[in-house]
């Protein structure tokens, strides 16, 4: 007999591409557990309303752009399941790989949060683990055709000079997808609130270690993700990048 669990989602949203985040949505609601998936729109304008017409979403307009972990923190008093995704809307998977993602969490005790493998839609592999950064590394990641001369360093970071079909612990999961036992995720009171966006992610990592939990990778249960690298092209997000990198060094130095 099936062990009963619950599992909620939330998205949160900023003028995407309604394409892609249909397909997140359904990836989610088929899930035979999912009880609820909160849409959380930061967007200028009410362009989603009324778009998502199914009992287990629930869209929530905040009225200004809250930025990512804020976003995601905005139904953290709601939550009662057992699980809860960190999901972008730009991710799409199938709903066996994803109970097959429950019950490694349900057998480990000590983990807190766990990342899939993560692969673009062409099916190559897409980076999602990395060791904790040091300042260099984040920098060598935006010296563009230079980074060529540091890429031992970088595949070092990435895990890619291990077996990466073996690892387990890792130091951190890209928030892309990042699925929480919920009373971790509310135990961490979620997102650190200073972050708009960026480094967010490796941060909240950081947290599940402060408290005592692991971070888990799944090698045998891929997802497929878009990734855009927005702050790449925007000059808005990149500075935004680089005020979350400040906030995050100045916090754990």
């Known amino acids: 007999m099936k062990e009963k669990f619950s599992v909620s989602a939330t998205i949160v949203l900023y003028n995407n591409n309604l394409e892609k985040l249909n397909k997140a949505i359904e990836s989610f609601l088929n899930v035979e557990n999912a009880s609820v998936l909160?849409?959380?729109?930061?967007?200028?304008?009410k362009i989603f309303e009324g778009k998502f017409n199914h009992p287990k979403i629930n869209y929530i307009?905040?009225?200004?752009?809250?930025?990512?972990?804020?976003?995601?923190?905005?139904?953290?008093?709601?939550?009662?399941?057992?699980?809860?995704?960190?999901?972008?809307?730009?991710?799409?998977?199938?709903?066996?790989?994803?109970?097959?993602?429950?019950?490694?969490?349900?057998?480990?005790?000590?983990?807190?949060?766990?990342?899939?493998?993560?692969?673009y839609p062409n099916g190559d592999l897409q980076p999602s683990i990395r060791k904790f950064p040091t300042v260099f590394d984040l920098i060598i990641r935006r010296t563009g055709p230079f980074k060529r001369f540091f890429q031992k360093r970088i595949e070092k970071e990435e895990y890619l000079d291990l077996d990466i079909n073996k690892i387990s612990q890792v130091d951190y999961v890209l928030g892309c997808f990042q699925l929480f036992k919920t009373n971790v995720f509310k135990e961490l009171k979620g997102f650190d609130p200073r972050y708009f966006m960026y480094l967010e992610d490796i941060d909240i990592c950081k947290e599940v270690y402060k408290h005592g939990y692991t971070v888990m990778f799944s090698p045998d249960t891929p997802i497929y993700h878009y990734y855009e690298r927005a702050s790449s092209k925007n000059l808005s997000l990149f500075l935004a990048h680089i005020k979350s990198a400040f906030q995050y060094f100045c916090k754990w130095k």
């Open 61 to 119: 307009y905040t009225g200004k752009n809250l930025g990512f972990g804020n976003g995601h923190n905005y139904i953290l008093n709601q939550l009662t399941s057992d699980f809860h995704l960190i999901l972008n809307p730009d991710v799409y998977f199938d709903a066996f790989v994803f109970e097959k993602m429950i019950q490694k969490l349900q057998k480990n005790e000590k983990v807190g949060v766990l990342g899939p493998k993560v692969l």
């Open 38 to 45: 909160y849409l959380v729109d930061n967007s200028p304008t």
